[in-house]
């Protein structure tokens, strides 16, 4: 490292630079924090002032200030200090109805709280849509925006059944092929009304937003853990005819001598009495069942969001039997250079983690000191 010529030694922790290096790549950051942000990670660097200011363009004085705001303030130092300005239009009284009324249930016909709707809200404070958006923007209350969440209670049976999934991958039995199945329908085929005009130098891709429909497809297809290849076939029906078809054709490529271990979600054509009778008629497959809200354990989903973003997201499609197709041979590509998938989650551990979280009992030397309300899952 170069020698400091400031007194204002500027040392990064690795959290503390991978939050800087967060700030200077964020397209929303202001940048004037931007540039303060530069200079405190060429400082880390261990660049002199001098060559700070030239590579920034600023004054040496600049850099200067920045570097000794930062070593005696930290991060919250590099934010402009707050001023004085004008007295407020609106005072507390405001922002707080403003608080009550974004929080509260949308008018009868509407679905979410816009600025216009909280303005009228309060025609005696006078106050205008934009300027409710910025209260709202000072106080970060999004009421236009939601987040998804799932109330999944500590069911032991969710558990279990993830357990046995992850065990098949982590710690599959000898002699036993493990594949995991699953559907994806209703792939749209798609042409767009004039084609792709290419990239070029400082100039992105352009595509014609309008496009025309030819039909859906639908495909099944069977990952195999150990290699990480896949088999693929169009399918005209998601039913059991259709999905024991496909079984039989995979009992049939599985040499004779190894056991076969499915992994598949509960769609109907996976549980249904036709296809629960044929697999009692093989003695060698065995099913385990992903559980409710847990579709991601089946690796097969892995490979439909690879081939999502390689070939459908993009692709040209100009009928349905061109985009079956394109999926037969991209699949066909795919198996030239498959490896097996690196699976790390183990659900037994994140069992243990989520009783700890949600109990309130520290760890023990044995793990997790479990409570006798919650039940262990096998």
């Known amino acids: 490292m170069a020698r400091a010529v400031s007194r204002d030694i500027v040392i990064l922790g690795p959290r503390r630079k991978t939050r800087l290096e967060a700030i200077a790549r964020r397209p929303s950051a202001a940048q004037a924090l931007v540039r303060r942000v530069r200079i405190v990670l060429l400082a880390h660097a261990g660049w002199p002032n001098a060559r700070i200011a030239a590579e920034l363009g600023c004054a040496v004085n600049t850099v200067r200030e920045w570097r000794s705001r930062f070593v005696r303030g930290g991060i919250p130092a590099l934010r402009d200090r707050p001023r004085s300005g004008r007295p407020e239009t609106y005072g507390p009284e405001v922002r707080l109805a403003i608080v009550a009324i974004a929080t509260s249930v949308p008018p009868e016909g509407t679905s979410a709280w816009t600025h216009a709707l909280i303005a009228a809200e309060l025609p005696a404070a006078g106050i205008s849509a934009s300027q409710a958006g910025r209260i709202l923007t000072d106080l970060e209350l999004r009421p236009h925006r939601v987040r998804g969440w799932l109330n999944r209670a500590d069911d032991p049976q969710f558990w279990a059944q993830a357990a046995a999934v992850c065990d098949a991958y982590l710690r599959p039995p000898p002699g036993t092929v493990v594949i995991c199945i699953d559907e994806k329908t209703g792939i749209q085929a798609r042409s767009r009304?004039?084609?792709?005009?290419?990239?070029?130098?400082?100039?992105?891709?352009?595509?014609?937003?309008?496009?025309?429909?030819?039909?859906?497809?639908?495909?099944?297809?069977?990952?195999?853990?150990?290699?990480g290849q896949?088999?693929?076939?169009?399918?005209?029906?998601?039913?059991?005819?259709?999905?024991?078809?496909?079984?039989?054709?995979?009992?049939?490529?599985?040499?004779?001598?190894?056991?076969?271990?499915?992994?598949?979600?509960?769609?109907?054509?996976?549980?249904?009495?036709?296809?629960?009778?044929?697999?009692?008629?093989?003695?060698?497959?065995?099913?385990?069942?992903?559980?409710?809200?847990a579709s991601w354990l089946d690796m097969a989903e892995l490979w439909f969001s690879v081939l999502t973003r390689a070939l459908l997201r993009r692709g040209e499609f100009t009928s349905r039997a061109d985009l079956a197709a394109k999926i037969t041979s991209f699949a066909i590509r795919?198996?030239?250079?498959?490896?097996?998938?690196t699976w790390t989650y183990d659900a037994r551990a994140d069992h243990q983690r989520y009783r700890t979280r949600h109990s309130g009992h520290p760890l023990t030397a044995d793990g997790p000191a479990a409570p006798q309300a919650l039940p262990q899952a096998a």
């Open 230 to 293: 896949v088999v693929v076939e169009p399918i005209a029906r998601n039913d059991s005819v259709t999905f024991t078809g496909f079984l039989h054709r995979l009992n049939q490529c599985v040499p004779p001598h190894l056991n076969i271990r499915l992994v598949m979600d509960n769609g109907s054509s996976h549980t249904s009495r036709a296809t629960r009778t044929w697999i009692a008629a093989h003695p060698r497959i065995t099913v385990t069942y992903t559980p409710k809200h």
């Open 193 to 227: 009304r004039y084609p792709l005009r290419p990239a070029a130098p400082s100039r992105l891709a352009r595509r014609e937003f309008e496009y025309v429909r030819h039909g859906t497809v639908s495909i099944v297809a069977a990952l195999e853990v150990a290699t």
């Open 334 to 341: 795919y198996n030239q250079t498959a490896t097996p998938w």
